[in-house]
């Protein structure tokens, strides 16, 4: 995994593209949270869970099924203020989707490990992009160390500077629209 902290600096970062007007503050912590919550399965390490099993780490948490089933989860439960089904609650939902789904996507880029169990629990197959210019992090608080602070370095270069371009872009963007509309 990039370090838990990106995962999140990464889905903040799409969570601007979202917000359009001002958002509740708990929009941000759940933003937050759905990114990190994948890896509670390195838990599955303390019970003797097997890296590779279909519950093991990057395994059935880091799917799209789980990512839908928390979007679903995470509207229901703690956005209970916006009428169920109706297109803005749906939006919620899916874009909740695309927070958690994120984690597994930034994993799957990374250069170690075992691939992203996509599609658990339909297939145990594990999945990497081609193209993975993250360097994967120790797992657990092995991150402070040398080897850390390099992780550190290319998930600044791969993640972090991306979602601050990212928030940077969608800025300019509204302002150019506020503009043309005053003018
Ligand atoms: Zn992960």
Do not use: N
């Amino acid at each position: 995994m990039p370090t838990i902290f990106s995962h999140a600096v990464a889905a903040v970062a799409v969570g601007t593209t979202y917000a359009r007007r001002s958002v509740p503050f708990k929009f941000w912590v759940w933003t937050a949270l759905c990114a990190m919550l994948p890896d509670v399965d390195v838990i599955g390490f303390a019970f003797g869970i097997s890296y590779g099993d279909m519950l093991s780490h990057r395994g059935l948490t880091h799917s799209l099924t789980f990512a839908f089933v928390v979007g679903f989860a995470v509207v229901s439960l703690a956005f209970r203020e916006v009428e169920t089904f109706t297109r803005r609650w749906w939006s919620l939902v899916a874009f909740f989707f695309v927070v958690t789904a994120s984690h597994g996507a930034l994993d799957a880029l990374t250069d170690g490990g075992l691939g992203v169990a996509f599609f658990a629990p339909f297939s145990a197959r594990r999945y990497f992009f081609p193209w993975r210019p993250i360097e994967v992090s120790p797992i657990g608080l092995g991150f402070f160390s040398e080897r850390g602070l390099e992780v550190f370095e290319s998930e600044i270069v791969w993640v972090w500077l991306p979602s601050l371009a990212l928030v940077a872009a969608v800025w300019g963007v509204r302002k150019l629209i506020q503009l043309r509309a005053a003018s």
